[in-house]
């Protein structure tokens, strides 16, 4: 089954205590890209990858940290977290290419900094 | 830049009822056009696209028409039923360099028996 899998789905942590959000998807996309979801203000780009080795700053990239080491997965990383990054994190890939390409979303992990 | 603007909810509708939920975008160029739905507790998944002007997407009985004129592209279902309650997300891909889509804030929909 297509799928793209978030790792963990939920986490409670304090500040300052650095974690790693994996993602990981089988359907051999070269794009992958995290959002985070807030009330309110919708989905919003933090990072992107467009293949192996190449990641970018999305709109929110403070915080924040990736790599693309290989082509399945994309951890996103929060070496030093605040409390302003509690929020919903999503993981999405697809193929690249064309605009209209559909853009596929794991589940979700809803994180919680004290 | 790109923006999306759609209808603030909450929206609350009897079973069988007639749904509307409106989006207009902002962007560069020809963007396609897509709706997300996020049930409670999960992830978004896609509900329709469409890729040019006039094009319409249509889906598990839902539509939207892609009219550039009106930089508009409005989620409609004939008869709503329970499980269609979930919050709805007009997006768009302009096309840059980097994918991104871009999302209005969301759209709660209700559906009562």
């Known amino acids: 089954e297509a799928q793209v899998t978030q790792n963990p789905r939920y986490l409670i942590t304090v500040t300052g205590k650095k974690l790693t959000v994996t993602c990981s998807q089988n359907?051999?996309?070269?794009?992958m890209s995290w959002y985070r979801q807030d009330p309110g203000l919708g989905l919003r780009q933090i990072y992107y990858?467009?293949?192996?080795?190449?990641?970018d700053k999305g709109d929110v990239p403070e915080g924040y940290k990736v790599s693309r080491k290989e082509k399945r997965n994309f951890p996103l990383i929060l070496e030093s977290p605040s409390p302003n990054q509690t929020s919903l994190y999503f993981c999405?890939?697809?193929?690249?290419?064309?605009?209209?390409?559909?853009?596929?979303f794991g589940a979700g992990t809803r994180l919680s900094v004290l | 830049g790109d923006s999306v603007t759609q209808m603030e909810g909450p929206v609350t509708l009897s079973e069988e009822a007639f749904l509307t939920i409106n989006c207009t975008y902002t962007?560069?160029?020809?963007?396609?056009l897509f709706w997300y739905v996020q049930y409670p507790g999960e992830g978004l998944q896609l509900l329709l696209k469409?890729?040019?002007?006039?094009d319409k997407g249509s889906n598990k009985g839902f539509e939207a028409t892609y009219r550039k004129e009106t930089t508009s592209f409005h989620l409609e279902k004939g008869s709503v039923q329970v499980s269609d309650s979930a919050v709805y997300f007009c997006?768009?891909?302009?096309?840059?360099?980097?994918?991104?889509?871009?999302f209005g804030k969301g759209t709660l929909l209700t559906v009562n028996p």
């Open positions: 999405a890939s697809s193929l690249s290419g064309v605009a209209k390409n559909i853009q596929y």
């Open positions: 359907m051999n996309h070269e794009y």
């Open positions: 990858s467009m293949n192996v080795e190449v990641t």
């Open positions: 962007a560069t160029g020809y963007p396609s």
């Open positions: 469409a890729t040019k002007a006039d």
């Open positions: 997006a768009l891909n302009s096309g840059g360099s980097n994918y991104k889509l871009t």
